[in-house]
């Protein structure tokens, strides 16, 4: 098949990541694919789209993300309605046999009544549940107020359901996500099928493949503890510097005796100077590790006057390359992988971290509660262990960690080996390929579709609710 994906942003994070795999998992089972994106900057993306791995049509937009830091659900819309737009104009949308198309639907119903194509949706998580920041476990609906931002939501908020609908295979990536869309989205009739993200294992397989030259200042023979994601709010990195801050305190004399006094914070992931968000979590995190006196450097500097300071308590690692996340992951200093996001709906790094043999650490809720298994949170025997579940707080994150680092050579061995299993069996890349596969392949089988009069409908539509958004300013 010759596949289309469409996607908003291709930068560096988790919904990135699954597209940059599953790409490479579809090319590997014979397919062509193309990656259609509004944004792709080769200093801030992974390796495999700008080193000639993969296909990507970049289309930069006439559009800001936002104006004066407001309205970006509005022009994330009108941007890929501008990619779209120049995919059909182009001639070439009618020759590519099916989109994938992820996290933004609004060309959905243009893709399949323009361009007469079958149209596989991939759901990272419904958007009306972020837009008033991170979605909270228990929440039991979304009441939209009269206020200006409340009625600029609403409209968002119908056309998100209704071009998800439009979808001719919706496709989300845990069962929990896939909750939370038959829970909101209740015009889509249709269940959504989970698949699970998948990780290319071959990629951890060999942990002696980059030297100290390629991880550069990465590099360090001290024990490590790793938490990787994007420097934003909603990651809640801060969890792992105050939980690192009360570990220092907690060390026993036999845990200084084993070189645990030399234990440091990696904290690495996607960093983007164009997101306030991203710049504000920075500082945050910096003033942090003040508060807690513990001495951190940003790598690389970001600006000229940025102090280098040797051997720190905590590393704030500014976008990684892909073989100092391999190093990170599969040196043998690093002792435990750490992550802090609440309510994620997948979550993809702690399948790294269990492919990789690392002990992993993660919050109690979301995807992670579906990817790691915790007996004091399941029916299963202590020996079934593959990780850790804690609450989002210091102190039970510091006993967890506590734990894992006084874990014997044998018990850590064991846990390793069965996170692994159970990541190879299912969350590898091939899996996951294989799935997304099966779904193109039975959506394309739906035969054609005929055009009719739903497109213009939807068009009109579009620009009613462009226009009661754009009020606000």
């Not at 990536?173 to 698949?195: D, E, L, M, Q, W």
Request: contains cysteine; glycine residues 6%; proline residues 7%.
């Amino acid at each position: 098949m010759k596949i289309a994906f469409i996607h908003p942003d291709l930068g560096i994070g988790g919904a990135e990541r699954l597209i940059v795999d599953a790409a490479l998992g579809l090319q590997r089972l014979g397919h062509t694919v193309h990656i259609y994106t509004s944004h792709h900057d080769p200093n801030h993306c992974f390796e495999e789209t700008k080193d000639g791995t993969l296909t990507v049509r970049y289309v930069r937009p006439p559009l800001p993300r936002s104006l004066l830091g407001k309205g970006h659900i509005l022009f994330a819309h009108l941007r890929q309605l501008h990619l779209t737009f120049h995919l059909l104009l182009s001639g070439q949308s009618s020759t590519y046999d099916v989109y994938l198309v992820d996290q933004l639907s609004t060309c959905i119903p243009f893709l399949r009544e323009m361009a007469q194509k079958r149209v596989v949706f991939y759901g990272h998580f419904p958007d009306k549940l972020l837009a008033d920041g991170p979605f909270i476990e228990g929440y039991t609906g979304i009441k939209r107020s009269l206020s200006i931002k409340g009625i600029y939501r609403i409209p968002m908020d119908w056309l998100e359901e209704i071009t998800t609908r439009q979808a001719d295979i919706l496709l989300v990536n845990s069962n929990f996500t896939a909750g939370k869309f038959k829970t909101y989205f209740k015009t889509i009739c249709h269940s959504p099928r989970v698949v699970y993200p998948g990780v290319d294992v071959d990629a951890y397989d060999d942990p002696h493949q980059h030297d100290r030259e390629t991880v550069g200042d990465v590099y360090s023979p001290r024990p490590t503890l790793l938490s990787l994601n994007r420097f934003e709010k909603k990651k809640n990195a801060a969890l792992a510097i105050e939980a690192f801050a009360q570990v220092c305190l907690h060390l026993t004399s036999q845990d200084k005796a084993r070189g645990l006094n030399k234990l440091r914070l990696v904290i690495a992931g996607g960093y983007d100077p164009r997101l306030q968000d991203n710049i504000d979590t920075l500082n945050q995190l910096t003033r942090l590790c003040d508060k807690h006196t513990l001495t951190y450097c940003i790598t690389p500097p970001i600006s000229p006057s940025t102090t280098l300071i040797p051997e720190p308590d905590v590393m704030l690692l500014l976008n990684f390359t892909k073989a100092q996340r391999t190093w990170l992951l599969t040196s043998p200093t690093t002792l435990a992988l750490l992550y802090t996001p609440a309510n994620e709906h997948f979550g993809i790094i702690p399948i790294e971290g269990m492919i990789s043999h690392l002990p992993v650490l993660a919050c109690d809720s979301g995807g992670p509660t579906e990817s790691i298994v915790d007996p004091s949170l399941s029916n299963t025997p202590p020996e079934a262990r593959t990780g850790w579940l804690r609450p989002p707080t210091a102190d039970p994150w510091s006993a967890a960690i506590l734990e894992i680092l006084r874990l014997s050579p044998e018990e850590r061995r064991a846990l390793g080996q069965r996170a692994r299993h159970r990541a190879v069996t299912k969350f590898s890349s091939d899996a996951m390929a294989k799935s997304v596969q099966a779904a193109l392949k039975e959506a394309v089988e739906l035969g054609s579709v005929q055009g009719h009069l739903l497109y213009w409908f939807v068009i009109t539509l579009s620009i009613f609710v462009l226009c009661i958004a754009l009020w606000r300013y």
